[in-house]
Protein backbone atom coordinates (compact mmCIF):
# COMPACT_ATOMS: atom_id res chain seq x y z
CA UNK A 1 0.00 0.00 0.00
CA UNK A 2 1.59 3.38 -0.97
CA UNK A 3 1.40 6.27 1.19
CA UNK A 4 -1.35 9.03 0.88
CA UNK A 5 0.09 12.16 -0.72
CA UNK A 6 -0.98 13.97 2.20
CA UNK A 7 1.27 11.64 4.26
CA UNK A 8 4.50 11.59 1.42
CA UNK A 9 4.07 15.38 1.20
CA UNK A 10 5.01 15.55 5.72
CA UNK A 11 7.84 12.47 5.08
CA UNK A 12 9.69 14.68 2.63
CA UNK A 13 9.51 18.09 4.86
CA UNK A 14 10.55 15.97 7.46
CA UNK A 15 13.66 14.63 5.61
CA UNK A 16 14.54 17.91 4.23
CA UNK A 17 14.26 19.24 8.14
CA UNK A 18 17.21 17.10 9.02
CA UNK A 19 19.60 18.51 6.37
CA UNK A 20 18.74 22.03 7.69
CA UNK A 21 19.99 20.56 11.22
CA UNK A 22 23.25 20.99 9.77
CA UNK A 23 23.25 24.51 8.94
CA UNK A 24 23.93 25.83 12.42
CA UNK A 25 26.73 27.01 12.30
CA UNK A 26 26.14 28.53 8.70
CA UNK A 27 23.23 30.23 10.11
CA UNK A 28 25.06 31.09 13.24
CA UNK A 29 27.32 32.82 10.77
CA UNK A 30 24.62 34.69 8.71
CA UNK A 31 22.15 35.76 12.15
CA UNK A 32 26.29 37.80 13.44
CA UNK A 33 26.29 39.57 9.93
CA UNK A 34 22.62 41.01 9.69
CA UNK A 35 23.12 42.16 13.16
CA UNK A 36 26.78 43.77 12.68
CA UNK A 37 24.88 45.08 9.68
CA UNK A 38 21.90 46.48 11.65
CA UNK A 39 24.41 48.38 14.54
CA UNK A 40 25.88 49.82 11.50
CA UNK A 41 22.99 51.84 10.49
CA UNK A 42 22.65 49.28 7.83
CA UNK A 43 19.35 47.54 6.06
CA UNK A 44 18.87 44.16 4.66
CA UNK A 45 17.60 44.00 1.15
CA UNK A 46 15.57 40.66 -0.29
CA UNK A 47 14.80 39.43 -3.84
CA UNK A 48 13.82 36.45 -5.49
CA UNK A 49 11.42 35.29 -8.48
CA UNK A 50 8.19 33.56 -7.90
CA UNK A 51 7.57 31.50 -4.76
CA UNK A 52 11.27 33.39 -3.82
CA UNK A 53 9.76 36.75 -4.67
CA UNK A 54 6.97 35.95 -2.27
CA UNK A 55 9.53 34.34 0.59
CA UNK A 56 11.54 37.87 -0.26
CA UNK A 57 8.78 40.14 1.23
CA UNK A 58 7.54 37.67 3.82
CA UNK A 59 11.08 37.70 5.24
CA UNK A 60 11.10 41.49 5.02
CA UNK A 61 7.71 41.82 7.00
CA UNK A 62 8.99 39.95 9.67
CA UNK A 63 12.14 42.28 10.12
CA UNK A 64 10.13 45.42 9.73
CA UNK A 65 6.64 44.32 11.34
CA UNK A 66 7.05 42.10 14.42
CA UNK A 67 8.20 38.34 14.66
CA UNK A 68 7.82 37.18 18.39
CA UNK A 69 6.62 40.36 20.07
CA UNK A 70 6.04 44.20 20.00
CA UNK A 71 9.66 45.89 19.09
CA UNK A 72 11.16 48.84 17.14
CA UNK A 73 11.47 47.69 13.42
CA UNK A 74 14.33 46.45 11.78
CA UNK A 75 15.33 48.21 8.52
CA UNK A 76 14.58 45.38 5.75
CA UNK A 77 13.19 45.88 1.69
CA UNK A 78 11.84 43.20 -0.86
CA UNK A 79 13.28 44.66 -4.22
CA UNK A 80 10.28 42.63 -5.56
CA UNK A 81 7.19 44.90 -4.76
CA UNK A 82 7.91 48.03 -6.97
CA UNK A 83 6.06 47.46 -10.28
CA UNK A 84 6.85 50.01 -11.69
CA UNK A 85 10.48 49.66 -11.16
CA UNK A 86 10.42 46.13 -11.84
CA UNK A 87 8.35 47.12 -15.65
CA UNK A 88 10.48 50.04 -15.82
CA UNK A 89 14.05 48.16 -15.61
CA UNK A 90 12.81 45.42 -17.27
CA UNK A 91 11.83 47.14 -20.08
CA UNK A 92 14.26 49.92 -20.62
CA UNK A 93 17.15 47.48 -19.80
CA UNK A 94 16.14 43.80 -19.17
CA UNK A 95 14.66 41.62 -16.78
CA UNK A 96 18.16 40.14 -15.25
CA UNK A 97 18.82 43.62 -14.10
CA UNK A 98 15.44 43.98 -12.29
CA UNK A 99 17.27 43.70 -8.79
CA UNK A 100 20.51 45.25 -9.52
CA UNK A 101 19.20 48.52 -10.49
CA UNK A 102 17.92 48.68 -7.00
CA UNK A 103 20.52 47.57 -5.67
CA UNK A 104 22.84 49.81 -7.32
CA UNK A 105 20.13 52.57 -6.77
CA UNK A 106 19.35 52.12 -2.92
CA UNK A 107 22.28 50.01 -1.53
CA UNK A 108 25.33 51.24 1.04
CA UNK A 109 28.26 49.43 2.13
CA UNK A 110 26.88 48.28 5.88
CA UNK A 111 23.83 46.85 3.69
CA UNK A 112 22.82 42.95 3.58
CA UNK A 113 21.18 41.32 0.25
CA UNK A 114 19.77 38.14 0.78
CA UNK A 115 19.45 36.21 -2.56
CA UNK A 116 17.07 33.63 -2.64
CA UNK A 117 16.77 31.33 -5.51
CA UNK A 118 15.93 27.72 -5.29
CA UNK A 119 17.98 27.12 -8.32
CA UNK A 120 20.82 28.97 -7.26
CA UNK A 121 20.92 30.08 -11.28
CA UNK A 122 18.72 33.03 -11.52
CA UNK A 123 20.20 35.71 -14.07
CA UNK A 124 18.48 38.83 -12.37
CA UNK A 125 19.49 37.37 -8.58
CA UNK A 126 22.86 36.61 -9.92
CA UNK A 127 23.33 40.13 -10.77
CA UNK A 128 22.08 41.84 -7.96
CA UNK A 129 24.61 39.67 -5.88
CA UNK A 130 27.85 41.00 -8.23
CA UNK A 131 26.35 44.38 -7.89
CA UNK A 132 26.08 44.14 -4.02
CA UNK A 133 29.65 43.30 -4.24
CA UNK A 134 30.33 46.16 -5.83
CA UNK A 135 29.11 48.49 -3.59
CA UNK A 136 30.89 46.27 -0.81
CA UNK A 137 27.68 45.08 1.11
CA UNK A 138 27.49 41.57 2.39
CA UNK A 139 25.20 38.93 0.48
CA UNK A 140 23.94 35.97 1.34
CA UNK A 141 22.23 33.07 -0.42
CA UNK A 142 19.16 31.36 0.96
CA UNK A 143 19.52 28.48 -2.03
CA UNK A 144 18.77 25.36 -2.99
CA UNK A 145 19.90 22.45 -4.79
CA UNK A 146 23.57 22.14 -4.95
CA UNK A 147 23.61 26.33 -4.77
CA UNK A 148 24.03 26.74 -8.01
CA UNK A 149 26.16 29.95 -9.54
CA UNK A 150 25.20 31.79 -6.13
CA UNK A 151 26.64 29.94 -3.75
CA UNK A 152 30.24 30.70 -5.44
CA UNK A 153 28.87 35.01 -5.92
CA UNK A 154 27.16 35.02 -2.17
CA UNK A 155 29.49 35.84 0.59
CA UNK A 156 27.40 33.67 2.93
CA UNK A 157 25.20 30.66 1.49
CA UNK A 158 22.81 28.44 3.19
CA UNK A 159 22.07 25.63 0.38
CA UNK A 160 18.57 22.76 0.87
CA UNK A 161 20.38 19.96 -0.88
CA UNK A 162 17.20 18.99 -2.23
CA UNK A 163 15.91 18.94 -5.54
CA UNK A 164 12.26 19.54 -5.16
CA UNK A 165 11.23 23.31 -4.76
CA UNK A 166 8.17 22.90 -2.49
CA UNK A 167 10.61 21.59 0.42
CA UNK A 168 13.29 23.58 -0.76
CA UNK A 169 11.01 26.98 -0.30
CA UNK A 170 9.67 25.62 3.22
CA UNK A 171 13.13 25.08 4.31
CA UNK A 172 13.75 28.66 3.42
CA UNK A 173 10.84 30.29 5.04
CA UNK A 174 12.00 28.05 8.62
CA UNK A 175 15.87 29.62 7.97
CA UNK A 176 13.82 33.35 7.48
CA UNK A 177 11.95 32.96 10.59
CA UNK A 178 15.10 31.44 12.42
CA UNK A 179 17.01 33.95 11.43
CA UNK A 180 14.68 37.22 11.99
CA UNK A 181 13.65 35.43 15.63
CA UNK A 182 17.77 35.33 16.13
CA UNK A 183 18.94 38.55 15.03
CA UNK A 184 15.89 40.48 17.48
CA UNK A 185 16.89 38.45 20.22
CA UNK A 186 20.91 39.52 19.67
CA UNK A 187 19.93 43.18 19.04
CA UNK A 188 18.26 42.48 22.29
CA UNK A 189 14.40 43.48 21.07
CA UNK A 190 13.21 40.36 22.51
Given at each position: M?????????????A??????????D????????????????????????????????????????????????????????????????????????????????????????????????????????????????????????????????????V???????????????????????????????
Open positions: TPSLFLQHVTEHQVCELVKTLEHVDQVCSVIVAAVKAGGKIMLCGNGGSASDSQHIAAEFIGRFTKDREPIAALALTTDTSVLTCVGNDYAFDQIFARQVQGLGRPADVLIAISTSGNSANVINAVKQAKKLGMTSIGLLGRDGGALAKECDLSLIAHQQTARIQEMHILLGHIICHRVETDLGMV
